[in-house]
């Protein structure tokens, strides 16, 4: 299957080259710098959100984890991959970029985050995309976010590539294999956590891979929107349960939605 992958990737890269060359051209710039986004330490903590990366940056390639790494793209040449894997001994670091989509990218490994303000290359009109930081103030940007670059980006991401729509399948298998599971803890008499914790078991994912905060709600917890617990105490009663949960492959996401009566009827 990884075959697929391997296939269809640089087709795609291709296709997301073609759309920010032309969005950049059209916004009047030479180079833009996508900022996967960083790390952030709770209040009062040493323990860091969960993070989610820039889709922006995920868009190019299959790095969900990079926190502090940059994609730096001038129109027509190679992409940069600025790529931060710090030597640290309190966590396990990302791996070293691998597999089929490192040869189509200039890697080059930053052991210290702010050490790419120096790779960056020259450019007079360089727009950053991304979670914005103080101290980028000084690192050469002439836009930082401009509505004349995304926008038309935004648009184009609405059509797939074969490559993503396989991504997306990949995801939507590891969620139907969830649900299937979610469903069985259902039908044995589980609570909203039990439900919960067979969706991720039979997923093979954690919450933090998920997509999103998953939904499972029984009884009248079915009637709020986004109910986001789960009770860990069974219900007295067992009348209906729904869950809208889904995965991610690549960073390319399942969402999907069912609802089930728990007695035998036309529901």
Same mark, same amino acid.
């Given at each position: 299957?990884?075959?697929?992958?391997?296939?269809?990737?640089?087709?795609?890269?291709?296709?997301?080259?073609?759309? #920010?060359?032309?969005?950049?051209?059209? /916004?009047?710039?030479?180079?833009?710098?996508? $900022? !996967?986004?960083?790390?952030?330490?709770?209040?009062?903590?040493?323990?860091?959100?969960?993070?989610?990366?820039?889709?922006?940056?995920?868009?190019?390639?299959?790095?969900?984890?990079? =926190?502090?790494?940059?994609?730096?793209?001038?129109?027509?040449?190679?992409?940069?991959?600025?790529? $931060?894997?710090?030597?640290?001994?309190?966590?396990?670091?990302?791996?070293?970029?691998?597999? $089929?989509?490192?040869?189509?990218?200039?890697?080059?490994?930053?052991?210290?985050?702010? /050490?790419?303000?120096?790779?960056?290359?020259?450019?007079?009109?360089?727009?950053?995309?991304?979670?914005?930081?103080? =101290?980028?103030?000084?690192?050469?940007?002439?836009?930082?976010?401009?509505?004349?670059?995304?926008?038309?980006?935004?648009?184009?991401?609405?059509?797939?590539?074969?490559?993503?729509?396989?991504?997306?399948?990949?995801?939507?298998?590891?969620?139907?294999?969830?649900?299937? !599971?979610? &469903?069985? !803890?259902?039908?044995?008499?589980?609570?909203?956590?039990?439900?919960?914790?067979?969706?991720?078991?039979?997923?093979?994912?954690?919450?933090?891979? =998920?997509?999103?905060?998953?939904?499972?709600?029984?009884?009248?917890? !079915?009637?709020?929107?986004?109910?986001?617990?789960? &009770?860990?105490?069974?219900?007295?009663?067992?009348?209906?349960?729904?869950?809208?949960?889904?995965?991610? #492959?690549?960073?390319?996401?399942?969402?999907?939605?069912?609802?089930?009566?728990?007695?035998?009827?036309?529901?």
């Amino acid at each position: 299957m990884s075959d697929v992958l391997a296939r269809d990737y640089p087709a795609h890269l291709a296709a997301v080259r073609r759309q #920010f060359d032309a969005a950049l051209q059209a /916004a009047g710039l030479e180079q833009v710098a996508i $900022y !996967a986004g960083a790390l952030h330490i709770q209040f009062l903590d040493d323990s860091p959100y969960p993070f989610k990366v820039n889709p922006q940056f995920k868009w190019w390639l299959p790095l969900t984890d990079a =926190h502090d790494s940059f994609i730096v793209y001038s129109a027509g040449k190679k992409p940069l991959l600025l790529y $931060y894997q710090p030597d640290d001994y309190w966590h396990v670091p990302p791996a070293p970029p691998a597999g $089929y989509w490192v040869d189509q990218f200039d890697v080059r490994i930053l052991k210290d985050a702010d /050490a790419a303000k120096k790779e960056l290359p020259s450019a007079a009109k360089r727009a950053f995309i991304g979670e914005w930081r103080d =101290h980028f103030q000084d690192w050469g940007f002439t836009q930082v976010n401009p509505q004349t670059l995304l926008n038309p980006l935004h648009y184009a991401r609405a059509a797939k590539t074969p490559y993503e729509l396989e991504c997306m399948r990949r995801a939507n298998v590891s969620g139907v294999r969830g649900h299937i !599971a979610a &469903e069985q !803890a259902f039908r044995a008499g589980g609570s909203e956590y039990d439900i919960h914790n067979a969706f991720v078991v039979g997923s093979g994912q954690s919450d933090d891979q =998920h997509a999103y905060h998953a939904i499972v709600a029984l009884n009248e917890h !079915a009637a709020t929107l986004h109910y986001q617990h789960w &009770e860990i105490a069974k219900p007295a009663a067992r009348h209906s349960f729904l869950i809208d949960a889904g995965t991610q #492959f690549h960073g390319y996401a399942s969402d999907i939605t069912r609802t089930y009566s728990a007695a035998d009827d036309e529901f």
